[in-house]
T-cell receptor, first 115, second 113 residues
Framework: DQQVKQNSPSLSVQEGRISILNCDYTNSMFDYFLWYKKYPAEGPTFLIS?????DKNEDGRFTVFLNKSAKHLSLHIVPSQPGDSAVYFCAASATGGTSYGKLTFGQGTILTVHP | DAMVIQNPRYQVTQFGKPVTLSCSQT?????MYWYQQKSSQAPKLLFHYYDKDFNNEADTPDNFQSRRPNTSFCFLDIRSPGLGDAAMYLC????????????FGPGTRLTVL
């Protein structure tokens, strides 16, 4: 039972254009969402997060949108750069109780930005 | 720089031969996690420590054990590795007092022959 899904295994975008990565979740207890970026032979690095009390969070070229009613979030990268080429993981957490910040990850989307 | 370090980066073991993977952190975070990631799959949480309090995921096989002798170090022991245990093993840390992200190490790629 996959509680966090990234249905697009890969995405190819031209440099300078917008990249949109999507993520769906099923567990209504999730209230904190994160995006991680992973280069080959490295661990995931944190990119941006959003709490369920917000519907948008922006950090430079990266914006995350949350639609709680649809249980959907998306990451927008504008403008996309070749250095953004990596695997992007969506992750979700239920911050209450004794979860200890446990994250549930999606399978990842490989983003390729062409010069 | 404060960081999460994993050793070794690449580990080769034989079927059934015990292996230990190591993780250390300089962040002084109170929670440490171990994830298993197989190719093209989501990282899967195996267990985590909150200080010395060990928390096992329900579906983590008994073949996997962990030790946390102090705040800085955490070990993953695979008692009898099978071919299906070949994967990337990721260690992560987090300060539970803050709303925030987990910090990941670079991972250990385990090969089982």
């Amino acid at each position: 039972d996959q509680q966090v899904k990234q249905n697009s295994p890969s995405l190819s975008v031209q440099e300078g254009r917008i990249s949109i990565l999507n993520c769906d979740y099923t567990n209504s207890m999730f209230d904190y969402f994160l995006w991680y970026k992973k280069y080959p032979a490295e661990g995931p690095t944190f990119l941006i997060s959003i709490s369920s009390i917000k519907d948008k969070n922006e950090d430079g070229r990266f914006t995350v949108f949350l639609n709680k009613s649809a249980k959907h979030l998306s990451l927008h990268i504008v403008p996309s750069q070749p250095g953004d080429s990596a695997v992007y993981f969506c992750a979700a957490s239920a911050t209450g109780g004794t979860s200890y910040g446990k994250l549930t990850f999606g399978q990842g989307t490989i983003l390729t930005v062409h010069p | 720089d404060a960081m999460v370090i994993q050793n070794p980066r690449y580990q080769v073991t034989q079927f059934g031969k015990p292996v230990t993977l190591s993780c250390s952190q300089t962040l002084n975070h109170n929670v440490m996690y171990w994830y298993q990631q197989k190719s093209s799959q989501a990282p899967k949480l195996l267990f985590h420590y909150y200080d010395k309090d060990f928390n096992n995921e329900a579906d983590t096989p008994d073949n996997f054990q962990s030790r946390r002798p102090n705040t800085s170090f955490c070990f993953l022991d695979i008692r009898s590795p099978g071919l299906g245990d070949a994967a990337m093993y990721l260690c992560a840390t987090r300060d539970l007092g803050l709303m925030g992200e987990q910090f990941f190490g670079p991972g250990t790629r385990l090969t089982v022959l």
